[in-house]
């Protein structure tokens, strides 16, 4: 056999031996390594599972626990006479009874009797509420339950009404605010009246001041009744003892005169007037207020039976 040539390789035949086997592909490697990791994945999939069913039920086990105490709660609250607590546990166990009622009849009653004790105790607003719901669930004795409603509303009008007539308008308009949803356009409509009136006899007020001030007397006591308001009518009580006494000064001042056209030489007009009322306002009283401003123009009084007249000292030519 001859050498090989020059530049040739030599060919390997393959080997049997363990260490010549051929190494493993990727796609290899990931199928061993996914069949590693598959089963605690699914193990932790289950244990978590488990976790959170074992959660609900615990949950679901609570709640039918704490339902069924609640009826005794709300059998306590009633014979404690505890309704506010009676309305909320009741309240709860209507949330609790998914597929159920709750306790209907005894959450009405508890409303009833919480409500009663709220207009008792003097908040109508809380009673108000707590009535409409009550009328609103349909259980009950309704019948009942819309008159007591319909007597509240009465009654808190008529309290309004008369803490207006007291001059507490603001009041009267607070406790009237709640009743705008039994009945809008009525409540409205009193509000503006109310209002209407006031302001109406506030403005007549002012202009009264200002009457009185300028001496307007008759004006005044036009101004006065005017005033139709029972507490802007007792404001104005002195000022009306004012006005009238100043009207009746100058009536009495105008009595003594004896119809002063048919002589010449008596004092009688606006000039006497004037000076009467410039007595009057002096303090005296209209007899002397008649005397002193007769003999400030220059005449004395004189006598002519039941009447009097200011004649002059010295008649003119």
């Keep these: 056999m001859g050498s090989p040539s020059a530049g040739s390789c030599p060919i390997a035949g393959p080997s049997t031996g363990p260490w010549n086997r051929r190494s493993p592909s990727i796609e290899q490697i990931q199928l061993l390594a996914h069949g590693f990791l598959a089963a605690p994945r699914h193990l932790l999939l289950r244990v978590w599972g488990l976790g959170t069913l074992g959660l609900v039920l615990a949950i ?29 546990t009741s309240e709860q166990l209507a949330a609790l009874r998914w597929l159920g009622d709750g306790a209907p009849e005894e959450q009405a009653y508890c409303r009833q009797k919480h ?22 669930s349909g259980h009950g004795d309704l019948e009942l339950h819309r008159a007591t409603l319909e007597r509240w509303y009465e009654a808190l009008k008529e309290q309004a009404v008369g803490l207006f007539r007291q001059g507490e308008l603001q009041k009267a308009l607070d406790l009237l605010a709640p009743l705008k949803g039994h009945a809008p356009s009525s409540i409205s409509q009193l509000r503006a009246t109310l209002m209407e009136i006031w302001n109406r006899n506030q403005l007549e007020q002012h202009r009264l001041v200002q009457l009185v001030e300028q001496e307007r007397w008759w004006e005044a006591l036009d101004s006065l009744n005017k005033l139709d308001h029972p507490w802007w009518q007792q404001q104005a009580r002195a000022t009306r003892q004012r006005v009238e006494s100043a009207i009746a000064a100058l009536d009495a001042a105008q009595e003594h005169q004896q119809h002063p056209a048919l002589q010449a030489d008596v004092i009688s007009g606006a000039a006497l007037d004037a000076a009467v009322e410039d007595q009057l306002r002096q303090g005296l009283d209209p007899w002397t207020a008649f005397s002193m401003g007769c003999s400030h123009l220059g005449g004395r009084v004189e006598e002519d039976g039941p009447e009097s007249f200011c004649r002059r000292s010295s008649p003119s030519p």
Excluded: F, H, T
Aim: glycine content about 6%; aromatic content about 10%; hydrophobic content about 50%.
């Design 60 to 88: 679901a086990a609570g709640a039918y626990w704490w339902e069924k105490q609640l009826p005794k709660r709300i059998q306590s609250a009633l014979n404690a006479q505890d309704y506010a607590a009676c309305i909320g």
């Design 115 to 136: 409500a009663e004790q709220l207009w008792e105790q003097g908040d109508p607003v809380a009673a108000l509420a707590l009535q409409q719901q009550l009328v609103a």
